[in-house]
DNA sequence: GCCAACGTTGGC
DNA sequence: GCCAACGTTGGC
């Protein structure tokens, strides 16, 4: 079992969206960015405990915690020319952007803001910290539970 | 809304 | 395969 952090920009996507969404579950779509999408394909897995962040809002921060609960399926709307995820150069005998399926698990009593983690001693590893464009990332064990504690996680 | 930092593209 | 130019992300 593994640790992630998905970045999502909550006037797109919320914690909220997922918690209210069909079964609490929606397919992570829309990722555009080969380390991102690499990390999708190869080593996200079913049962591996995913952080929701929310970025480019007033208060980016880690806000809940969710399940994997279906591995890397190729992603529709790069073939879909109406959609914003288009991309014309994927083909349907190799796609290149593929979703993973997330169910929500809970919010985060606290939110952890990307304040306190870049003031956190304790948190060197995380990609957040060096700021980056990566949309998916991995978290070690040690940090993810000390994230968790310091959102009241349950 | 600005702009720094980074990823991607494309010419050579 | 290098690297300049361009586009995008995301914090502030």
Known sequence: MAYWLFK?????????????APEQSTF???IRNYQARNFLRDDVKVGDQVFIY????KVPAVVGIATVTKGAEVDPHQ????????????S?????WVGVT?????????PVTLKAIKADAAITELALKKAGRLSIMPVTETEWAH????????
């Open 102 to 110: 997330l169910r929500y698990e809970q919010h985060l009593t606290r």
């Open 8 to 20: 999502t920009e909550p006037d797109a996507f919320s914690i909220d969206d997922l918690h209210q």
């Open 79 to 90: 073939f879909d020319l109406s959609s914003d995820y288009y991309d014309a150069k994927s």
């Open 92 to 96: 349907q005998d190799n796609p290149r």
């Open 54 to 57: 929310h970025s480019s809002c």
């Open 147 to 154: 994230i968790c504690q310091l959102g009241g996680a349950q």
């Open 28 to 30: 992570w779509e829309g």
